[in-house]
């Protein structure tokens, strides 16, 4: 167990790194001609599935072009190395940003036209390639394939066999390390919260389009690499190598492998192509392997050999005493640091109404929140509470009215620019993202303050570490503040109910929301977390955040709200402070179920 704790100290990019070296030298240890090739046909295979594990994996899109992607980059350094462009840095930078080039063109009409369009368009184009290539006969060959490609050279000088193995292990180490670096930052938090929720990615600030659409084109960035390798292994590229058999060897090796894991597909890829893909009787029946492995794999090994792998590491944890913190909130409010102001914006819902085909499920409703205020939105089931949330949050647009953050108006605006103004909220049941730390899933509530583009985040420029720093800092504190923070490495989606609803209350709040939209935080929580949870509440208000709190605890409500506001049937019944409110008889009839007589509370409330 000594030996575990230490293997655990270490970075975990050491591993994966040490064995990518280990390949880099393995020509030192007398590797045959015919290995050295599968090995080089094993990166390549591995540069396409982490495409596809990217886009799959973590933005949770099935796409299924990286063949189209593959032909595009093996054509495009084909016709270069014919034209007299040799170089293999250039030809590399040119495939990967001609399949980038594709991945976007051919993603937008999929992406614009939602569901599983993308997965269908990605399917046909892989359909098409053969056809595609064959149109363009007399440049691409056609169906005989490309012939003539000079052999690749660096910096003028040609790179035979021996060094193209080193350019093809060293292509992969590299952009697995890209890769590393854009997974473990926020925007690879970004893609998994995409792929949990499209509607907790847009209240974060994450344009769901725009994610999407950028995990399917990176994905094609390598795919694009990978096809220029190919083209001068062979120096030779037919229509066949790209056709529906090697989609769906990419789609099984990273079902093998693991999608969500980066070093996954480099495993389903070497199993792949050091396995089964060697045998030329296995090439003839490769579709019914692939086919079959599909269905048992797809059901049988979810989360592929990665997630065992985790597994068996979490059970070694275990065993090593290395998890295990508890899951109880720490001590009570008095413990809690004091929190920094939180300015809030106004929020005024103007006479808003919205009907799903014949439910009129807002009518006309009004709205008033003050900064430094709670305004509890109440009523019974199907009042329409929710639909006013959705709406001030971008995600329904009204039939009519106004909503207004301080003096923007959002109503109609998309979910996530209404969350660039300031909006934050939880949601009925909490929605974290899987295989996240409590931390990074705290964090992730930043994700629309101090941007950092991905090219600094897999360069690791400054700005990164910048923002990296802002972004620990901010969720350390916020966690701090909800009595979490000694669970901060935990899997956010382990903790129990009352912790996930805190945590979710803790990534709302880091981004310093103008306006906080708490959406029955308290349901499910015991007498102690609902304690909890009032005191940070009233916390902040007293930061100055403006608040709406959506709620069926009417004791709660009663001892929280500045203001209720009493929703039935979509219309407003009723609003003002609690000591109105628990007395007024409509509210009475209509949200507690009190006939006015026969209650010692109605009788008050009618005296
Ligand atoms: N997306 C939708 N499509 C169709 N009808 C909807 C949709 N969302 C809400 N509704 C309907 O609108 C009405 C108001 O629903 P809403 O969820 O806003 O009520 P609520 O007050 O939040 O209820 P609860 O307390 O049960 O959460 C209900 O009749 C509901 O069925």
């Known amino acids: 167990m000594a030996l575990w704790r230490l293997i655990r100290s270490a970075p975990g990019w050491l591993f994966p790194l040490a064995a990518g070296l280990l390949m880099l030298f393995l020509p030192e240890f007398g590797l045959s001609f015919a290995l050295s090739r599968q090995v080089q046909l094993a990166c390549i295979l591995a540069l396409v599935v982490s495409g596809l594990n990217l886009s799959l994996g973590y933005a949770g899109e099935l796409a299924l072009g990286q063949a189209a992607m593959y032909a595009a980059g093996a054509y495009t350094a084909g016709l270069m190395s014919i034209a007299g462009y040799t170089d293999i840095v250039l030809q590399l930078t040119v495939s990967g940003l001609v399949a980038l080039a594709v991945g976007i063109v051919t993603g937008i009409p999929g992406l614009r036209l939602g569901s599983w369009s993308l997965a269908m368009t990605s399917f046909f184009l892989v359909l098409l390639v053969p056809d595609i290539i064959a149109v363009f006969g007399e440049t691409t060959g056609g169906r005989n394939g490309l012939s003539g490609i000079e052999p690749a050279t660096l910096f003028g000088e040609a790179i ?32 998994r919260t995409l792929k949990q929720s499209p509607v907790l990615a847009s209240s974060v600030g994450i344009s769901v389009f725009r994610m999407k659409l950028l995990g399917y084109a990176i994905g094609a960035f390598p795919a694009g690499l990978a096809g220029a390798l190919f083209a001068n292994i062979d120096m030779y590229v037919s229509p066949e190598a790209f056709g529906f058999t090697f989609a769906t060897a ?32 296995f090439q003839q029946y490769a579709l019914v392997f692939y086919g079959g492995f599909l269905i048992l794999g797809g059901v049988l090994l979810s989360g592929g050999l990665a997630k065992v792998a985790k597994q068996a590491t979490a059970r070694l944890d275990r065993a090593a005493g290395l998890t295990g913190r508890g899951t109880r909130a720490r001590p009570g409010d008095t413990d809690r640091p004091a929190m920094e102001p939180m300015p809030g914006r106004a929020l005024v ?20 929140a003050e900064p430094g205020s709670i305004t509890a939105l109440i009523g019974p089931n199907g009042s329409g509470k929710t639909t006013m949330l959705n709406m001030i949050c971008g995600f329904y647009r009204p039939d009519s009215g106004r909503i207004l953050i301080g003096d923007t108006e959002v109503q109609g605006k998309a979910p996530e620019r209404v969350a660039g103004c300031g909006v934050a909220r939880t949601f009925q049941t909490p929605d974290i993202p899987d295989g996240v730390t409590v931390l990074e899933a705290v964090a992730s509530g930043r994700y629309s303050t101090d941007r950092v583009s991905m090219l600094s985040t897999v360069l690791r420029l400054p700005r990164h570490h910048r923002v990296r720093a802002a972004d620990i800092a901010e969720a350390e504190r916020a966690l701090d503040v909800v009595g979490l923070s000694h669970l901060r490495d935990e899997t956010a989606t382990a903790l129990p109910l009352g912790m996930r609803r805190l945590l979710e209350v803790a990534r709302s709040v880091v981004a310093e929301p103008r306006v906080l939209l708490l959406d029955e935080v308290a349901s499910g929580l015991d007498e102690d977390e609902v304690e909890r949870l009032a005191g940070l509440i009233r916390q902040l208000r007293d930061a100055g955040c403006t608040i709406v709190l959506v709620e069926h605890n009417f004791r709660l409500v009663l001892a929280l709200a500045d203001t209720i506001v009493v929703l039935a049937q979509g219309r407003v019944i009723a609003e003002g402070p609690p000591s109105e409110i628990e007395h007024n008889p409509r509210v009475l009839s209509e949200y507690l179920g009190v006939v006015a007589e026969d209650t010692e509370l109605a009788g008050e409330a009618t005296s």
């Not at 093809?168 to 690879?188: D, E, M, T």
């Open 160 to 191: 035979d066999s021996d060094r193209f193995y080193l350019v093809v292990v060293i292509v992969a180490i590299l952009w697995f390390a890209v890769l590393r670096n854009l997974v473990v930052s926020r925007h690879g938090i970004a893609f």
């Open 250 to 281: 990419v789609l099984a090796a990273c079902i093998l492998g693991g999608a969500t894991s980066v070093y996954g597909a480099a495993v389903g890829a070497a199993i792949m192509q050091l396995g089964p893909n060697q045998s030329s009787e």
């Open 349 to 368: 819902v103007d006479g808003i109404s919205k009907a799903f085909g014949g439910n009129q499920a807002l009518d006309s409703a009004s709205l008033r």
